[in-house]
């Protein structure tokens, strides 16, 4: 893919999404300010089906694609938010899609619940991680990983980004970094407003 082609970055939508988890992706991915390449990437939602679904903050979403469709020669990224539904087997086909993408060497990033379907999945077993706590994905049946497990806020290991759901901001750097959606500077002087919450961080991106 050259810099100039456009990428589509989708983002798995089902009932339960967590919103605050995925909300400094979405917006920052759908606004091309001080990207390298503006309207290089655009956002995509993804589902099972073409229902609408609801969000844990009550939001309805009409999905754009449909999950069995979607191949990885397609996308530049697939992006799992946290949700109640993990550990069933209606999420089942949303970790087999994950699985395609990192066979295929197209990346992945999960948060919160998201990560415990792929460590139950045997996802985590062989990459770096991370999630809501290491007691977390010890409490479920398959995950082997627990000595690649890392206490930060996120972890990208080989095209698979994980992170906690109390770290919705990391998460969101990871995934910039892994899409080289900005420049290195833009991005610590955008971690520097919206994690560490400091001021410089915005006169930063104002004068960029």
């Known amino acids: 893919m050259t810099a100039n082609e456009n990428a589509t970055v989708h983002l798995a939508v089902y009932d339960t999404l967590a919103d605050w988890e995925v909300g400094f992706v979405t917006a920052h991915i759908n606004n091309g300010a001080w990207h390298?390449?503006?309207?290089?990437?655009?956002?995509?939602?993804?589902?099972a089906g073409l229902?609408?679904?609801?969000?844990?903050?009550?939001?309805?979403?009409?999905?754009d694609?449909?999950?069995?469709?979607?191949?990885?020669?397609?996308?530049?990224?697939?992006?799992?938010?946290?949700?109640?539904?993990?550990?069933?087997?209606?999420?089942?086909?949303?970790?087999?899609?994950?699985?395609?993408f990192l066979d295929a060497g197209v990346p992945v990033a999960a948060i919160c619940g998201a990560t415990g379907a792929l460590a139950m999945a045997g996802l985590l077993d062989d990459r770096q991680h991370t999630s809501n706590a290491a007691a977390f994905l010890d409490s479920l049946g398959g995950y082997q990983g627990g000595q690649l497990y890392k206490e930060e806020h996120a972890v990208t290991d080989r095209g698979l980004i994980t992170a906690g759901?109390?770290?919705?901001?990391?998460?969101?750097?990871?995934?910039?970094?892994?899409?080289?959606?900005?420049?290195?500077?833009?991005?610590?002087?955008?971690?520097?407003l919206y994690g560490e919450q400091d001021p410089a961080g915005f006169y930063e991106l104002m004068s960029a």
């Open 36 to 47: 390298q390449t503006p309207g290089r990437f655009k956002m995509q939602t993804v589902s």
């Open 51 to 63: 229902e609408q679904i609801t969000t844990a903050g009550g939001l309805r979403v009409l999905p």
């Open 65 to 100: 694609s449909v999950l069995a469709e979607l191949k990885p020669a397609d996308s530049a990224m697939l992006i799992l938010p946290g949700n109640d539904l993990f550990a069933t087997e209606a999420y089942t086909p949303y970790v087999e899609k994950a699985r395609e």
């Open 165 to 192: 759901a109390n770290a919705p901001v990391e998460f969101a750097r990871a995934i910039f970094a892994q899409l080289d959606l900005y420049k290195a500077p833009i991005l610590d002087s955008w971690y520097k």
